[in-house]
T-cell receptor, first 115, second 115 residues
């Protein structure tokens, strides 16, 4: 079945450091890929997405490129801020597992950014 | 703000009791999803509605769980004879239309603790 694997956390960085959070996936078809973020005390919200191979999703300085050859969707940011401290979830939606567009999530990784 | 709302935000109950949670999606969204999230894990799909029709249920959804969306608007999730293993965050999400690339909007969740 479909699955998403995220790198182990937590991750602690200093402000302005470069961020990479790894995500790889297994899917039956050609999924859409997402990064969701959960800030402290808030609900999950979409950070960015990519719906086909080689697409790059971007938002708030974060980027991720859909790499079909390596089945990866790594999240990057060139200079993190304290306000980026949150839990980050990689997810996929696979049209071949049903038209319901349900999301399959990774375990999530906690990012803490120090001033 | 007309985002997804969930009620209650927290529920503490004793083992064996029944509990019911409510989700109000974004008003024009025809799709509604329930997910469950345990500590240190990503959300896991439970069930999905398109309008009032429940179109898919996960194997995670035992026969103690039932969900309804009677008029295609709000939804309820009931757990009968709760067990300690039911302790989790229950998340509701909604989306407009189908398609694997459609964004799901999440509510803040209902945290259930079964004593």
């Amino acid at each position: 079945g479909d699955s998403v694997t995220q790198m182990e956390g937590p991750v602690t960085l200093s402000e302005e450091a470069f961020l990479t959070i790894n995500c790889t996936y297994t899917a039956t078809g050609y999924p859409s890929l997402f990064w969701y973020v959960q800030y402290p005390g808030e609900g999950l919200q979409l950070l960015l997405k990519a719906t086909k191979a080689d697409d790059k999703g971007s938002n708030k300085g974060f980027e991720a490129t859909y790499r079909k050859e390596t089945t990866s969707f790594h999240l990057e940011k060139g200079s993190v801020q304290v306000s980026d401290s949150a839990v980050y979830f990689c997810a996929l939606s696979d049209p071949l597992t049903g038209a319901n567009s349900k999301l399959t999530f990774g375990k999530g990784i906690t990012l803490s950014v120090r001033p | 703000d007309t985002g997804v709302s969930q009620d209650p935000r927290h529920k503490i109950t004793k083992r064996g009791q029944n509990v019911t949670f409510r989700c109000d999606p974004i008003s024009e969204h025809n799709r509604l999803y329930w997910y469950r999230q345990t500590l240190g894990q990503g959300p896991e799909f439970l069930t999905y509605f398109q309008n009032e029709a429940q179109l898919e249920k996960s194997r995670l959804l035992s026969d103690r769980f039932s969900a309804e969306r009677p008029k295609g608007s709000f939804s309820t999730l009931e757990i009968q004879r709760t067990e300690q293993g039911d302790s989790a965050m229950y998340l509701c999400a909604s989306s407009l239309g189908g398609g694997a690339g459609n964004e799901q909007f999440f509510g803040p969740g209902t945290r259930l603790t079964v004593l």
